[in-house]
C-alpha cells in the first residue's frame, strides 16, 4: 500500500492543470481554467480545472475528479499506476510499506523482464521463415507486424535464455515466461524452461505502452492454438485488453471502441484502417472490461460471430454490461455472417464494408428483447411466464436509469401484463436481497448513488448558459442560490471544498457531532491542502466517501467551489451560526415543555437565552 503521506507530498507537487493541460486545450477563464471535455464530445467547452481546489469537473457529462483520478480515466490506468505516472512525472520515488493497495504488487523487475522477452521475441521474428509465411499468409504487413511488436518464440526449451540477463532470475517466473520443473539439471542449475515455443508472439500492453504480458499462436499441430500469459502481478486476464494502448487515440477519436474476441481480428482490422478495435484476452467479458470500455468511449460495440458459441458469448457480455449500463452511454452488439470472424471479413470487404455492418449494429435492449423472446412461446401463459422469469434477474440487475423503464415497459408488453404488475413481480422478492452498506459521508437528504449525481438527475442543479460572462462560451451554472437543506451537510461540503476553514479556531458548542468530527479530520491534513488532497487521503481506507464527497462537490448545487476563500469563510460562519442557533431553541423548548421546575432548569434556560442573543446579535452584523 503507498502510505498517504507519499501521497499528500506528490499532490502538493503536482499542478492538475499541468497534467490535463497535456491532453486538454486549457484557457484561462477567472480563477478557473476551461476547455473542450475529453470524456465526451462537445464544441463548447463546459470541461473546467480548478488550480485552487486541483479538482477538474465536467458540467456536460459530469466527469470529476483529482490530478489522480484524470489519468485514471484519460488514460485508463489503475489508481496505483495513475500514482507512478505522476511521480515520475514530478521525479519522486514510490515507496512501498509492504502492503497491498487496491491491485497486485508491480515489481519493476517485472516490467523490465517482460521488455527484454518481447524486444528478444521481435528480434527472432527474422530468422524465422515459418513463421514470416504464417502472417503474410494472414496477410500482415511488415508494417503491421511492427506496430503491434510481433514476435516469434523460437521451438527450444530454453530460447529465452539468450535474450535475458539471468535465466535463473525468479523474476522469469513471476512474469510467468519460464516454468521451473522438479530437480536440478547436471550442473546444479534448477531445471526449467520456456512457457513459449515455437509460438507467434504477441505483446500485450498497459495504457502506458509498457508490455505486460504475451499471447502466442502455435505453428505446428500442438495444443492450445492460442496460448497466453498465466495471471501475474502484472496481467490477468479478466481485467485487460490486447490493443488498447495502440487504439487509443482512435477510440477518443471516434468515441466508440469496437470489442473482438482475438489478436488477428483487432491486427487486421488495423490494418484496414479501423483502428478503435481491441480484444478480450481468451476468456468471457468481465465487469472490469465494461468498466474499462465504458470509460473510454461513449458507444461500447461487442462484435461476435453469428453462429451459436458467438451468440453465447455475446450473452455473456450482455450479463456483464447490464450492472454498469447508463442513458449517456450506448452498448451494441454485431453479428457477422455465420462465415466470417472480423479479420476475414474486413479483408473481404474493406473497412467501408465493416463500418455499414457496423451502422446496423443492434443496441443492448434490442438484443436481450429478442434473445429473452426467441426462447419461449408467447402465445401461451407458460411461455409469457418464462419470459418474467428470465427477465426478472436481467431486469434487478441494472442501476435504476430510465433505460431500465423502457426495458422493464418492453418486456411487460410481451408478457402481456401491465407495467404495474411488472414491477410488483420484480420487487415481490427485495425483502430478501442485501443492500449496500451506507457510506460515512452519505445522509438520507443525499443519496449517494451514482445516478443521484448524473446530469440526468433531479437532483442536479438547473443551468442557464452564458456566453456573455467570463468571457468566450463558457457554460455557467446559475442555480438558484437556496444552498443546501441538510446545513450539517452543507457545512461538511463547504469545508471539505475549502480545507483551510478546518485550520481556523471555531466555536464548536452545540454543533452536530459529525460536523465536529469533520473538522477535526480535516484539521489534521498538512497545512495548504487541496480538496483533491482530501480526496485522495479518504480514497484507500474509506472508498465509499470519497466516491460519495466527489460526487457531492460535482453537483454542488450552491456553487460553493466557486468561492473564495473569505467568501467561503462567511458561508461558513453563517451556517454554524444557523446549526447552533437550532441546536440551542431545541434545548430551550425541551426545558420549557418540562416546566422550568428547578433552579438548574431555570439557570440553564438564562444562559440558552443568553447564547441565543449572542448569535442573533452576531447575525446582525
Sequence with gaps: MIPQSFIQELLARVDIVDVVGRHVQLRKGGANYLGLCPFHGEKSPSFTVSPSKQFFHCFGCGAHGSAIGFLMEHAGLGYVDAIHELARDVGLQVPDDGGRGDGPRRDPDLLETTAAAARFYKLRLKDSPRAIEYLKSRGVSGETAARYGIGYAPDAW?????????????????????????????????????????????????????????????????????????????????????????????????????????????????????????????????????????????????????????????????????????????????????????????????????????????????????????????????????????????????????????????????????????????????????????????????????????????????????????????????PVRAG???????????????????????????LPPAVVDWLARLASLPAGASFALLIESLRVQEPESAAALEREAAADRGLMADLALDEARKEFAGALTQMRSQRIRDETLRLVQQGLVDDAQRARYAQLQALRRGLTSAEGT
Design 158 to 478: 530454453r530460447a529465452l535464455e539468450a535474450g535475458v540477463a539471468d535465466y535463473g532470475a525468479h523474476t522469469l517466473v513471476e512474469a510467468g515466461l519460464v516454468i521451473d520443473a522438479e530437480g536440478e539439471r547436471p550442473d546444479g542449475e534448477r531445471k526449467r524452461y520456456d512457457r513459449f515455443r515455437d509460438r507467434v508472439m504477441f505483446p500485450i500492453r498497459n495504457p502506458r505502452g509498457q508490455v505486460i504480458g504475451f499471447g502466442g499462436r502455435v505453428l505446428g499441430p500442438g495444443e492450445p492454438k492460442y496460448l497466453n500469459s498465466p495471471e501475474t502481478p502484472l496481467f490477468s486476464k479478466g481485467r485487460e485488453l490486447y490493443g488498447l494502448f495502440e487504439a487509443r487515440e482512435a477510440i477518443r477519436a471516434a468515441d466508440c471502441v469496437i470489442v473482438v474476441e482475438g489478436y488477428m481480428d483487432v491486427v487486421m482490422l488495423a490494418q484496414h484502417g479501423v483502428r478503435n478495435a481491441v480484444a478480450t484476452l481468451g476468456t468471457a467479458t468481465t465487469p472490469q472490461h465494461v468498466h474499462k470500455l465504458l470509460r473510454l468511449a461513449d458507444r461500447v460495440v461487442f462484435s461476435f460471430d453469428g453462429d451459436a458459441a458467438g451468440r453465447r458469448a455475446a450473452w455473456r457480455a450482455l450479463e456483464a454490461c447490464l450492472p454498469q449500463v447508463s442513458d449517456t452511454k450506448r452498448i451494441d452488439f454485431l453479428f457477422l455472417p455465420p462465415e466470417h470472424d472480423p479479420d476475414s471479413f474486413v479483408r473481404e470487404h474493406g473497412a467501408q464494408g465493416f463500418e455499414q455492418l457496423l451502422a446496423g449494429a443492434q443496441p443492448l435492449s434490442e438484443f436481450m428483447l429478442r434473445e429473452l423472446a426467441g426462447r419461449v412461446d408467447l402465445d401461451t401463459p407458460e411461455g409469457r411466464a418464462r419470459l418474467q422469469a428470465d427477465a426478472r434477474p436481467l431486469l434487478q440487475s441494472m442501476p435504476p436509469v430510465a433505460l431500465r423503464m423502457q426495458l422493464l415497459q418492453a418486456v411487460a408488453r410481451k408478457a402481456g401484463v401491465t407495467v404495474e404488475d411488472m414491477s410488483r413481480y420484480l420487487q415481490a422478492d427485495a425483502a430478501s436481497r442485501p443492500s449496500a452498506p451506507p457510506s460515512s459521508w452519505s445522509s438520507p437528504a443525499s443519496p449517494s448513488s451514482p445516478s443521484s449525481a448524473s446530469p440526468t438527475s433531479s437532483s442536479w442543479p438547473e443551468r442557464r448558459w452564458r456566453s456573455a460572462e467570463r468571457g468566450g462560451n463558457r457554460p455557467v451554472a446559475r
Design 484 to 510: 443546501l437543506p441538510d446545513l450539517p451537510r452543507r457545512a461538511r461540503l463547504l469545508a471539505a471544498l475549502h480545507p483551510a476553514l478546518a485550520q481556523e479556531p471555531w466555536d464548536t458548542e452545540f
